[in-house]
């Protein structure tokens, strides 16, 4: 155990490296939320363009 009289070294030339990091994933997070939306928005009018053409008027 320690006796607490010891001298803790300290490195004094640590740098945090939560500045910059925190910030990236998110704007790649809302850019791939973005482009999914896109995507699912073409996606769900193509299935609509293909339902109004197979749609029997005929009725």
Not at 35 to 55: T, W
Request: negative net charge; aromatic residues 6%; hydrophobic residues 30%.
């Amino acid at each position: 155990m320690s006796t607490g009289k010891e001298d803790l070294e300290i490195d004094e030339d640590f740098v945090s490296e939560e500045t910059d990091d925190n910030e990236a994933p998110v704007e790649v997070a809302k850019t791939n939320l973005t482009k999914r939306r896109i995507i699912d928005n073409f996606l769900e009018e193509r299935r609509l363009h293909k339902q109004l053409a197979e749609y029997d008027f005929d009725l």
